[in-house]
């Protein structure tokens, strides 16, 4: 079973920065990669950003030059750090993961709780 928990969410005020921590708990045999999203209020979920398992990143065009998805095999930790914050980035943060856990499981992605990130002055 892997289970994934997410903090650093709260409120922050507009040009502020937070940074999104998820680590990850459970037996893993490949990690596939990582990704964030986001679903503000009366939106549908979309990608933020996400690193593979070769580490190459790609982000949204929203948040390109602001957000930095990096991760700690060590710590089996994937962060979001998030700056020059505005109000249209309010939204639960979700973090994902997509991992086999024995040689015989198929690919599986699971997600986190969600943090919530609002910024407002």
């Known amino acids: 079973q892997v289970q994934l928990v997410e903090s650093g969410g709260g409120l922050v005020q507009p040009g502020g920065s937070l940074r999104l921590s998820c680590a990850a708990a459970?037996?893993?045999?490949?990690?596939?990669?990582w990704g964030w999203y986001r679903q503000a209020p009366g939106k549908q979920r979309e990608l933020v950003a996400r690193?593979?398992?070769?580490?190459?990143?790609n982000y949204a065009d929203s948040v390109k030059g602001r957000f930095t998805i990096s991760k700690d095999n060590g710590k089996n930790t994937v962060y979001l750090q998030m700056n020059s914050l505005q109000p249209a980035t309010t939204a639960v943060y979700y973090c994902?993961?997509?991992?086999?856990?024995?040689?015989?499981?198929?690919?599986?992605?699971?997600w986190g709780q969600g943090t919530r990130v609002t910024v407002s002055s």
């Open positions: 459970g037996s893993f045999l490949i990690v596939y990669g």
């Open positions: 690193m593979t398992g070769g580490d190459s990143t």
């Open positions: 994902n993961v997509a991992l086999t856990t024995t040689i015989a499981s198929p690919r599986r992605a699971y």
